[in-house]
């Protein structure tokens, strides 16, 4: 029972390249998002997407790039790595639900730096 | 725009203690709220929900009940024991988004010594 599979776990990036995180969920589920978390920051939202070749921005989009063509993945990319964007990233993935009233399943979390 | 506010810490409290963590919250409407905890090292699991006012979710000795006339859907167990340390996160989606955008508070990381 996978869940929410993200890779890779661990990550070190020069500032400037580029790179793409992975994520994967095998519960069929319609929407998924990209958080990234912070020290006193909590979790601020990146994109998400409702459905494939549907995807929107969140909180703080700025750097980073997703796409959704098949409902199982839900790929993150930074476009040119920053030393601001050195942060754990965390994939989530939810059935669509009335009001909002489906929690969220999340995956491990991919650990970024960048030097 | 919603937003959630919650104790920060971080608390640190003896085995069998009694635990209170405040979470308020401001959104229109009637949003889902939800407790979430995240163990070292790992992603984050939820621990409770409730998605309408005076809903009381509850799972592994923790309680919060959804009080709208408050704003507030504060989280508490009885007697805490080593394995609760964590960080716990108060979030909330809908009512205008849906559950592919939560938005969550700070965090509170606590820490139970036997």
């Known amino acids: 029972n996978a869940g929410v599979t993200q890779t890779p776990k661990f990550q070190v990036l020069k500032t400037g390249q580029s790179m793409t995180l992975q994520c994967a969920q095998d519960m069929n589920h319609e929407y998924m998002s990209w958080y990234r978390q912070d020290p006193g920051m909590g979790l601020r939202l990146i994109h998400y997407s409702v459905g494939a070749g549907i995807t929107d921005q969140g909180e703080v989009p700025n750097g980073y790039n997703v796409s959704r063509s098949t409902t199982e993945d839900f790929p993150l990319r930074l476009l040119s790595a920053a030393p601001s964007q050195t942060s754990v990233y965390f994939c989530?993935?939810?059935?669509?639900?009335?009001?909002?009233?489906?929690?969220?399943?999340f995956g491990d979390g991919t650990r970024l730096s960048i030097l | 725009g919603n937003s959630v506010t919650q104790m920060e810490g971080p608390v640190t409290l003896s085995e069998e203690a009694f635990l209170t963590i405040n979470c308020t919250y401001t959104a229109t409407g009637y949003p889902s709220l939800f407790w979430y905890v995240q163990y070292p090292g790992e992603g984050l699991q939820l621990l409770l929900k409730a998605t309408k006012a005076d809903d009381k979710g509850s799972n592994k000795g923790f309680e919060a009940t959804y009080r709208k006339e408050t704003t507030s859907f504060h989280l508490e167990k009885g007697s805490v024991q080593v394995s609760d340390s964590a960080v716990y996160f108060c979030a909330l989606s809908g009512p205008q988004g849906g559950s592919e955008k939560l938005v969550f508070g700070k965090g509170m990381k606590l820490t139970v010594n036997p």
């Open positions: 989530a993935s939810s059935r669509a639900g009335r009001w909002g009233n489906q929690p969220q399943h």
